[in-house]
């Protein structure tokens, strides 16, 4: 594909699709962003790994579920992030 076609596909997801999916972007944003700060408030000290990543991804899909309750992709993606976070710290 080239990047023409890209940027068209990239404009009707984010003007059209997502904003009327999950709402304005920078509200949406900023949500995640408040959610996001919280985590690495409360987590252990020491870099970011993987596990950091599924919580705040998980994070990231309550944020968007928040402003949408009706699109399960949400609620579907944030327990399969959790499980992965869960098995990244018992496995």
């Known amino acids: 594909m080239d990047r023409s076609t890209v940027?068209?596909?990239a404009e009707q997801c984010v003007t059209h699709d997502r904003a009327a999916t999950h709402g304005d972007?920078?509200?949406s944003f900023a949500s995640i962003a408040?959610?996001?700060e919280w985590w690495m408030i409360h987590r252990d000290d020491g870099p970011l790994d993987a596990y950091d990543v599924?919580?705040?991804m998980s994070l990231f899909?309550?944020?968007r579920a928040a402003s949408n309750?009706?699109?399960s992709d949400n609620f579907v993606d944030a327990c399969g992030y959790l499980a992965l976070a869960?098995?990244?710290?018992?496995s």
Not at 86 to 90: G, I, K, L, Q, R
Request: aromatic fraction near 8%; glycine fraction near 0%; charged fraction near 30%.
């Open 7 to 9: 940027l068209k596909q």
């Open 25 to 27: 972007a920078e509200d």
């Open 34 to 36: 408040a959610l996001w």
């Open 54 to 56: 599924a919580m705040m």
């Open 61 to 63: 899909k309550h944020a």
């Open 69 to 71: 309750k009706e699109h």
């Open 86 to 90: 869960s098995e990244m710290t018992y």
